[in-house]
């Protein structure tokens, strides 16, 4: 007996593998962001944000510093192999938050970068992928009080669940996954600095519109409410209605809760999209004074309905018109009839959407009186 837990000690110490210890941490460079940007020339020019842990020789502690890494190249791996030629150790990117395309490389198109990404034995699929607009260095070089690292604030940014209706924020193997599916269109977060706070941030900035791996369009944040509702992606948000008495004044509801049934039908050549849209909300706030009886419940109701059909139905046929199939009609349609074969679904689809909007909540609470 005694002999097999021997031998099963043995094995086990052969198969099991240990962390890094401080000596082997210090002997590695840890990449927490990537910005790919091209430059006038076409060449690609990559930006690496590297955490490197040290021991201090004057108090022997541990420490870390922030480095920034930047190599051009002719090719996406002509520009990232050489960073292998100015590192004094190796790169380990298991610990990168973040992959930043620019709005020029984002022009471009993606695919040979993408490609790259997707092969690489060391890379990991969970980075989150966002594209920036602005100035490259000026991203790099803000001065981030809440994380010294940028990889590290953008990824507890894209990471935190939201009270605001927003599109789901796309990772590496997601946006893999959107360029096998439908028409090959995918939506990615945009961010851009803002200078215009006490301090300059690192805010989100509506949405990037991709169609064949290229940047075809960009969203502002007011479309993210439709994309939420027509995408089955609302959680949590805000809405604003017009006030039942009030024409220029606001009444703003909280969304508690909200499920989007999707059914789609080929009928003589159209193709129909079909949607109800089941949400139910509370009063957050109000700019003018409303007694709420029920005939104010109901007015309250009826403009969130019509405010969001509105907003899906602009929406809509915005991109129907440009022959982008934002909400991906086209893999709805090949689910249902797998054995039809039509271009592009999105060109002949007509969406025909039903909202059910229930206000929840007592009017003995929900008064709000002067």
Same mark, same amino acid.
């Given at each position: 007996?005694?002999?097999?837990?021997?031998?099963?000690?043995?094995?086990?110490?052969?198969?099991?593998?240990?962390?890094?210890?401080?000596?082997?941490?210090?002997?590695?460079?840890?990449?927490?962001?990537?910005?790919?940007?091209?430059?006038?020339?076409?060449?690609?020019?990559?930006?690496?944000?590297?955490?490197?842990?040290?021991?201090?020789?004057?108090?022997?502690?541990?420490?870390?510093?922030?480095?920034?890494?930047?190599?051009?190249?002719?090719?996406?791996?002509?520009?990232?192999?050489?960073?292998?030629?100015?590192?004094?150790?190796?790169?380990?990117?298991?610990?990168?938050?973040?992959?930043?395309?620019?709005?020029?490389?984002?022009?471009?198109?993606?695919?040979?970068?993408?490609?790259?990404?997707?092969?690489?034995?060391?890379?990991?699929? $969970?980075?989150?992928?966002?594209?920036?607009?602005?100035?490259?260095?000026?991203?790099?070089?803000?001065?981030?009080?809440?994380?010294?690292?940028?990889?590290?604030?953008?990824?507890?940014?894209?990471?935190?669940?939201?009270?605001?209706?927003?599109?789901?924020?796309?990772?590496?193997?997601?946006?893999?996954?959107?360029?096998?599916?439908?028409?090959?269109?995918?939506?990615?977060?945009?961010?851009?600095?803002?200078?215009?706070?006490?301090?300059?941030?690192?805010?989100?900035?509506?949405?990037?519109?991709?169609?064949?791996?290229?940047?075809?369009?960009?969203?502002?944040?007011?479309?993210?409410?439709?994309?939420?509702?027509?995408?089955?992606?609302?959680?949590?948000?805000?809405?604003?209605?017009?006030?039942?008495?009030?024409?220029?004044?606001?009444?703003?509801?909280?969304?508690?809760?909200?499920?989007?049934?999707?059914?789609?039908?080929?009928?003589?050549?159209?193709?129909?999209?079909?949607?109800?849209?089941?949400?139910?909300?509370?009063?957050?706030?109000?700019?003018?004074?409303?007694?709420?009886?029920?005939?104010?419940?109901?007015?309250?109701?009826?403009?969130?309905?019509?405010?969001?059909?509105?907003?899906?139905?602009?929406?809509?046929?915005?991109?129907?018109?440009?022959?982008?199939?934002?909400?991906?009609?086209?893999?709805?349609?090949? $689910?249902?009839?797998?054995?039809?074969?039509?271009?592009?679904?999105?060109?002949?689809?007509?969406?025909?959407?039903?909202?059910?909007?229930?206000?929840?909540?007592?009017?003995?609470?929900?008064?709000?009186?002067?």
């Amino acid at each position: 007996m005694k002999k097999i837990y021997v031998v099963v000690l043995l094995i086990c110490s052969l198969l099991l593998k240990g962390c890094y210890n401080y000596n082997d941490i210090n002997r590695m460079l840890f990449p927490t962001a990537m910005l790919i940007d091209i430059n006038e020339e076409g060449d690609y020019v990559i930006s690496l944000e590297i955490f490197h842990a040290y021991r201090s020789n004057q108090d022997n502690t541990e420490q870390g510093q922030r480095i920034l890494y930047q190599r051009e190249g002719k090719t996406f791996f002509d520009a990232i192999s050489d960073f292998e030629l100015i590192g004094a150790h190796p790169f380990d990117y298991t610990q990168n938050k973040a992959i930043i395309f620019t709005e020029r490389a984002a022009q471009v198109g993606l695919e040979g970068m993408i490609d790259y990404l997707h092969r690489h034995q060391e890379l990991l699929l $969970r980075p989150y992928v966002m594209v920036y607009f602005g100035d490259p260095n000026e991203l790099l070089d803000v001065p981030l009080k809440q994380n010294e690292y940028l990889g590290l604030y953008l990824f507890d940014l894209m990471d935190r669940p939201l009270s605001r209706l927003t599109i789901e924020h796309r990772k590496l193997y997601e946006l893999l996954n959107d360029r096998r599916m439908g028409k090959n269109t995918s939506i990615i977060t945009a961010i851009k600095v803002d200078e215009n706070h006490l301090e300059t941030k690192v805010k989100k900035d509506g949405a990037a519109v991709f169609h064949n791996d290229k940047l075809v369009d960009k969203l502002e944040v007011k479309d993210m409410v439709p994309i939420a509702f027509i995408n089955d992606k609302v959680r949590k948000g805000y809405l604003d209605v017009p006030h039942p008495e009030f024409a220029e004044k606001k009444v703003t509801l909280e969304i508690v809760k909200s499920n989007t049934i999707t059914d789609i039908l080929y009928e003589e050549g159209r193709i129909y999209l079909r949607q109800t849209v089941n949400v139910q909300t509370v009063i957050a706030g109000m700019e003018e004074r409303l007694i709420l009886d029920e005939a104010a419940v109901k007015t309250i109701e009826q403009n969130g309905e019509k405010i969001i059909q509105q907003k899906c139905h602009r929406l809509f046929n915005e991109y129907k018109e440009k022959g982008i199939d934002l909400f991906d009609v086209q893999e709805i349609f090949k $689910r249902k009839y797998p054995r039809m074969d039509i271009d592009n679904v999105i060109e002949v689809t007509q969406l025909e959407m039903q909202v059910n909007h229930h206000l929840k909540g007592s009017t003995d609470v929900l008064d709000f009186r002067r």
